[in-house]
């Protein structure tokens, strides 16, 4: 089964679609076939959740290794 490319959503916009495919596989209704391409579907938009948040929390906060704080990221910095 070839795999299908998730379009490019917004954050929230992948979420609520995710919670939506939940709902619709937990009522029990829904076809072995539709449940497989839901599941698919939900696993990109769970990676694609996950990305964002990584991206966000990289682009927040940044560990300082000699200190052992969180500082904020400054972008600028790290092109030089």
């Known amino acids: 089964m070839p795999k299908r490319k ?3 959503l917004s954050f929230e916009a992948a979420l609520e679609r ?3 495919l939940i709902e619709s596989m937990e ?3 829904t076809p072995l076939a539709e449940l497989v391409e839901k599941f698919e579907e ?7 959740c996950q990305a964002n948040l990584k ?6 906060e940044k560990l300082n290794f000699d200190t ?6 400054d972008p600028e910095a790290e092109n030089e």
């Open 42 to 48: 939900g696993a990109n938009l769970l990676k694609s």
């Open 27 to 29: 009522d029990g209704e």
């Open 6 to 8: 998730t379009p490019e």
């Open 68 to 73: 052992n704080t969180l500082e904020a990221l």
């Open 18 to 20: 995710l919670e939506s």
């Open 55 to 60: 991206q966000a929390e990289l682009i927040i």
